[in-house]
Nanobody, 126 residues
Framework: VQLQASGGGLVQAGDSLRLSCAASGRSFSTYVVGWFRQAPGKERDFVAAISRTGGTTHYADSVKERFTTSREKTKNMVYLQMIALKPEDTAVYYC????????????????????WGQGTLVTVSS
């Protein structure tokens, strides 16, 4: 599986942005997709995850009610819709994927994912 994240940019606090993760590979429908972010000088942190069916999602507390992840299976695309952005959301955002053992599985650990996109930079100015 190859992943390509896009959609980052420079926005102001309170703005919205949608990130996309394009995947290649015939088995992508069996993969969980996670979103992570890494701010300068900090570790890579979990943001959101979506199960292989799209029926289960999970979010970090810091982004709940503001971020929504979804997937468009026919196009092998996963999205991260971000609203009410804050300066502390500034980071490089990565999408990642791994095989799912069940329809409702999701994973939150960096080490649990096998495939990673190259990252897209989101900068939120105050």
């Amino acid at each position: 599986v190859q992943l390509q994240a896009s959609g980052g940019g420079l926005v102001q606090a309170g703005d919205s942005l949608r990130l996309s993760c394009a995947a290649s590979g015939r088995s992508f429908s069996t993969y969980v997709v996670g979103w992570f972010r890494q701010a300068p000088g900090k570790e890579r942190d979990f943001v959101a995850a979506i199960s292989r069916t799209g029926g289960t999602t999970h979010y970090a507390d810091s982004v709940k009610e503001r971020f929504t992840t979804s997937r468009e299976k026919t196009k092998n695309m996963v999205y991260l819709q971000m609203i009410a952005l804050k300066p502390e959301d500034t980071a490089v955002y990565y999408c990642a994927a791994r095989y799912a053992f069940s329809d409702s599985s999701y994973y939150t650990g960096v080490q649990e994912y096998d495939y990673w996109g190259q990252g897209t930079l989101v900068t939120v100015s105050s």
